[in-house]
């Protein structure tokens, strides 16, 4: 550590004390539920995804999702298949290293800027790259330590516009108090270089003494908390200060100590275990590994109010939590990691409505971010001209009376940001006139794709507020349900993997002009495999035919529409064959 940080920080400890702030907080609504969201209303929006880790969203509401093993980085939006948008490189996957956190610049509009920490051969660093050209990275910032395990791993750009950094002590715990970057939260102008303001000169160090921050969150006055990995008694929730000392490793918990910053919240690790945060209505939500739910915690002036659990044992591990511009909280699983037990359609994607009357915060702290703001980015890093959807106003003020994925066709994503030159793994538009927010769905160049499914049988009802029988104010025109065709397709593909699990995927598409809320799909087990088992019936082996019905998670397809979800396969290497023929059957 540089002889003028380790003076400022020897000053720090001196003149560190502990102050209470009481903040008054708009009351919670009557019948509102924990935070802001109904978590009773909580649905599977993604599946098929192998240890998520980092999200952020593009201006189209769609979201960008890492995986960690994998290193592959994938487009998603509730309704429609996953599109991979790229495959990092040189990525180490090493104990809880490999692909983690993702952040958007905060002018990604402009700049198109994507930023990713990863674990590498030598350290953990964060890249950034243009979006449409994943291969062209620009270091950011190297030499943070990596490890076996506390690697650490969350970005997110501040409501200041700086880029903060998580990192773990990479189990070295005295690099929470030296001059490494490690056990730290940095703070980094977009472009690497440290801010004049940081609280130690020409340092990128904002906060240090932590063991393993995975979670960051900042209030609606510009608070930064974060989540901490405990070591074998206490996890934490802290109110960040620029400078703080939070004590690891000579104290966790609360310790009452002036040296060190208390935590605001201590849970036990097997109730915790916290990754990711996120901040809405005077809350912040952690999400938790070995304690398998979802903290959602009041917070007001850096104090905080009682803890509460929600979908406690439902899920299985939970890793990140964001506030989706659409509204809802998206909470990812983390099953396919060490820890977890993986269930058909792991990992996955929950998202949980807002409470009726009850908007919650932005999700974005730069109007430049606004889905609004301008054209969306094209894969070759131009502008569409296709504008990004605006959202309505009532689309996250007031969901629809069933639990509807997307209270408005509006957020659909744009077909023209899908990063993959691929068709079949995009969102499609619907061969039907496609609902569009203009009145005159022939006037845009560019048709929207029909809006992701509900997963109600039966139609939601018109969120409009008027009585009268005039038409409703729903996107339209929309086929009539005594008219139109129910068709579908299904395509299968298989994951062989000789250092993990293998698996399959099958991906079925409403190829018709009207939803279908049940379909059937068929193929023979190829030569290769040993046996394939589906989620509703027994192993069968080469050469015999599996049935597999559509299951109520899946949903209703709306036309163009796409639902993914693996199954079980055995492999013990070799050629595998084409799992044909595959038919489809929708009714």
Request: hydrophobic share 35%; glycine share 10%; aromatic share 8%.
């Amino acid at each position: 550590m540089p002889k003028r940080l380790s003076a400022a920080l020897a000053a720090v400890l001196c003149a560190v004390t502990a102050a209470a702030v009481l903040v008054a907080t708009r009351p919670v609504p009557a019948g509102a539920a924990t935070g802001g969201f109904d978590f009773t209303r909580a649905q599977v929006s993604i599946t098929g995804l192998q240890s998520p880790w980092g999200m952020a969203f593009l201006p189209d509401r769609s979201a960008l999702v890492t995986e960690r093993a994998t290193a592959d980085i994938w487009r998603v939006y509730p309704g429609y298949m996953q599109t991979r948008v790229t495959t990092i490189p040189n990525v180490y996957t090493t104990g809880d290293g490999g692909l983690l956190g993702i952040a958007l610049s905060p002018a990604f509009l402009q700049d198109q800027f994507v930023y990713v920490y990863f674990t590498s051969a030598s350290d953990n660093r964060v890249v950034r790259f243009r979006w449409g050209a994943p291969n062209t990275q620009q270091v950011v910032l190297s030499g943070i330590p990596r490890g076996q395990s506390r690697n650490g791993g969350r970005i997110a750009f501040g409501p200041d516009g700086m880029l903060y950094v998580a990192t773990g002590d990479a189990g070295t715990p005295v690099n929470a108090q030296n001059g490494t970057l490690g056990g730290k939260i940095l703070r980094l102008r977009p472009d690497g270089t440290v801010p004049a303001d940081n609280p130690f000169a020409g340092s990128p160090v904002y906060s240090y003494g932590h063991r393993n921050v995975q979670g960051l969150a900042w209030d609606d006055s510009g608070r930064l908390y974060a989540t901490e990995f405990g070591e074998d008694a206490w996890d934490e929730l802290n109110a960040i200060v620029p400078g703080g000392n939070y004590g690891w490793p000579s104290c966790q918990g609360v310790c009452g100590d002036a040296r060190w910053r208390d935590p605001i919240v201590t849970w036990r690790p097997a109730d915790a275990s916290p990754s990711g945060l996120a901040y809405a209505n005077g809350t912040v939500f952690a999400a938790a590994l070995r304690g398998t739910r979802v903290w959602a915690v009041p917070v007001a002036g850096g104090m905080a109010g009682t803890p509460v659990a929600e979908l406690q044992g439902r899920y299985g591990r939970l890793r990140t939590v964001a506030v989706g511009p659409d509204g809802w909280l998206w909470v990812t699983t983390s099953n396919h990691d060490a820890g977890g037990t993986p269930v058909y359609g792991d990992d996955r994607i929950i998202r949980i409505p807002p409470v009726e009357g009850w908007p919650p915060a932005s999700p974005s702290a730069s109007p430049s971010r606004s889905p609004s703001a301008g054209p969306s980015p094209s894969p070759s890093g131009g502008s569409s001209p296709c504008l990004s959807p605006s959202p309505s106003p009532s689309a996250s003020a007031s969901p629809s009376a069933t639990p509807s994925p997307s209270a408005s066709p509006s957020v659909s994503p744009s077909p023209s940001v899908s990063p993959s030159a691929t068709p079949s793994v995009s969102p499609s538009p619907s061969p039907s006139p496609s609902p569009s927010p203009s009145p005159s769905p022939s006037a845009s160049p560019c048709p929207s794709p029909t809006p992701s499914p509900s997963p109600s049988p039966s139609p939601s009802p018109s969120p409009s507020p008027s009585p009268s029988p005039s038409p409703s104010p729903s996107p339209s025109p929309s086929p009539s349900p005594s008219t139109g065709t129910r068709s579908c397709e299904a395509t299968i593909r298989f994951i062989l993997s000789s250092a993990g699990p293998s698996y399959g995927e099958l991906t079925v598409r409403n190829t018709g002009t009207l939803p279908i809320s049940s379909w059937t799909v068929t193929f023979k087990v190829p030569n290769g495999l040993s046996w394939v088992q589906m989620w509703n019936g027994g192993r069968v082996p080469p050469g015999g035919t599996v049935t597999v019905p559509n299951q109520p998670w899946n949903g209703a397809l709306p036309p163009g529409a796409s639902v993914t979800t693996d199954f079980a396969i055995s492999w013990s290497g070799g050629t595998v064959g084409a799992p044909s023929p595959i038919t489809c059957t929708a009714t």
